[in-house]
């Protein structure tokens, strides 16, 4: 069976994609405060890690390798 996947905007189909590898920021979400950031529980950094990965290489067959673009890349000063 043949599933297609099917990604844009409420405007146009995306052409690039922004995403952010989580990292040790994440240490910073209590209990407390998980639902003030919109998180249903405490997160475990490595495991977020690898979903991210696995969410990139969906991002990359959707709209190419080349347009999936990781914060951390646009910030860095050459």
Do not use: N
């Amino acid at each position: 069976m043949d599933q297609r996947v099917f990604s844009d905007s409420e405007i146009f189909p995306l052409k690039k994609v922004i995403i952010h590898k989580p990292d040790e920021g994440i240490a910073r979400i209590s209990p407390r405060r998980a639902g003030e950031l919109l998180f249903d529980d405490i997160v475990h950094l490595p495991s977020m890690q690898k979903e991210h990965l696995v969410y990139r290489k969906v991002l990359d067959s959707l709209v190419g390798q080349e347009y999936v673009l990781e914060t951390e890349q646009l910030i860095k000063k050459d």
